[in-house]
């Protein structure tokens, strides 16, 4: 099946330290995206990549890395500098990005909680 | 710069019962419009989407939305609900030079028996 992974689905972190989420897409996409979801706030964009070796910031990067080697990866880490890192964090991915018309594919989600 | 709003954050309704979630965007040029659709923790999954053409869009699960552009809007309807529409649903917009998918802050349908 095609699709896209997101691992883990719950992850619990200490305040201070730095988490990485894996998003893993077999669809062949050059796309990819990471969003943030808030209760009541819809998605926010972290970052995006077209293809591989390239990203760029989007609407609320701050506090977020990534790294795209593979155009199947697209890992993101939330570090110690983003101020409220609890949230559910969605990757998504499409055929490209220049086409406004694709649509976006998502995966299952990862839910993040800071204790 | 485009945006959208979703008009109602909660809507509740009987099952059987028709459903009109609304949902407003304003972008200074054409755009393209998606309705996704939300279960409990998991990710999101396409209902429909405008690119152009009539503007009644048939979607899965029972859904349409119809595209306004006079009043900017794209409303998704369902004639007949049932309790497993309960989830939360999202409109997007794409237009411009800017490849940005806009989303609302979502709908809430929750379907009672």
């Known amino acids: 099946d095609g699709g896209i992974t997101q691992s883990p689905k719950y992850l619990f972190r200490k305040e201070g330290q730095n988490v990485t989420l894996s998003c893993e897409q077999n669809?062949?996409?050059?796309?990819m995206y990471w969003y943030r979801q808030d209760p009541g706030q819809g998605l926010r964009l972290i970052y995006y990549?077209?293809?591989?070796?390239?990203?760029q910031k989007g609407d609320i990067a701050e506090g977020y890395s990534v790294s795209r080697e593979k155009k199947e990866s697209f890992p993101l880490t939330v570090t110690s500098a983003q101020k409220n890192p609890t949230a559910f964090y969605l990757c998504a991915s499409s055929i490209d990005r220049i086409d406004r018309a694709n649509e976006q594919f998502f995966g299952p989600g990862t839910r993040l909680t800071v204790l | 710069a485009q945006s959208v709003t979703q008009l109602d954050s909660q809507v509740p309704v009987f099952e059987e019962a028709p459903v009109e979630l609304r949902c407003n965007y304003s972008s200074s040029v054409s755009v393209y419009l998606f309705w996704y659709v939300q279960y409990p923790n998991q990710g999101l999954q396409l209902l429909l989407k405008y690119l152009s053409g009539s503007t009644l869009v048939k979607g899965i699960n029972g859904f349409e939305a119809e595209f306004n552009k006079s009043q900017t809007s794209f409303h998704l309807r369902k004639p007949s609900v049932h309790i497993s529409d309960t989830a939360e649903y999202f409109c997007a917009v794409s237009g411009g030079s800017n490849y940005k998918l806009t989303f609302g802050k979502g709908t809430l349908l929750t379907v009672n028996p």
């Open positions: 990549s077209q293809i591989v070796n390239d990203f």
């Open positions: 669809l062949n996409h050059d796309a």
